[in-house]
């Protein structure tokens, strides 16, 4: 397996990348002729899933990267996916509104560098996810609850594909149905 995991990796990188870049195949990525708060938003979108990326790369975490590329396509394909069968009409009058594909791409990172890397870099890269969030509900293209939805989707699958580097000690808050939440600890080795 191991010999097969780079070369999926060098796979899915530029298939990744291209399917984030098509849903928004009506617009381009960062926006133009836009305030620089809804720029700032795009180019932390993409960066959180990149960061990520480097992050693997610098702790030469092949594994990692491979859990990365798996828990962002399944993102963005439910994304994509849930937005055509929805088809919401966003605050500004445009389609696909539900859940905002910014901010399951932005939380999609934001949440692999958390799981994996643990919270001293997970607690900005999820503050960085959250302007991204603020972002697109201030330029008037989603609800709240689309950028809710949007970061519950890609927490939802990070759980699914991400688990912390080994020889780790993880803490993570979860939350418990009926409110509230619970701390888990764990040692990997």
């Known amino acids: 397996m191991s010999l097969f995991q780079p070369r999926l990796s060098r796979f899915l990188l530029p298939f990744c990348l291209l399917f984030?870049?098509?849903?928004?195949?009506?617009a381009a990525i960062i926006s133009s002729g836009t305030s620089d708060t809804e720029r700032a938003g795009d180019v932390v979108m993409l960066a959180l899933p990149l960061t990520g990326l480097a992050m693997s790369y610098a702790n030469s975490d092949s594994a990692g990267r491979i859990q990365l590329l798996k828990s962002a396509f399944t993102t963005a394909a439910i994304t994509s996916i849930v937005k055509v069968v929805v088809n919401k009409e966003r605050p500004n009058g445009g389609d696909y509104s539900f859940p905002s594909g910014h901010s399951s791409a932005a939380f999609a990172g934001a949440s692999f560098i958390q799981t994996?890397?643990?919270?001293q870099w997970g607690a900005p890269a999820y503050a960085a996810a959250t302007f991204v969030a603020w972002s697109r509900v201030d330029a008037n293209k989603h609800y709240v609850e689309d950028v809710l939805a949007g970061a519950a989707l890609a927490l939802l699958v990070n759980r699914r594909f991400v688990?912390?580097?080994?020889?780790?000690?993880?803490?993570?808050?979860?939350?418990?149905?009926?409110?509230?939440?619970?701390?888990?600890a764990s040692l990997h080795w």
């Open 20 to 26: 984030l870049a098509s849903q928004n195949s009506h």
């Open 163 to 184: 688990t912390p580097k080994l020889g780790k000690i993880a803490l993570n808050a979860l939350p418990v149905l009926g409110g509230g939440y619970q701390l888990k």
């Open 116 to 119: 994996r890397y643990g919270w």
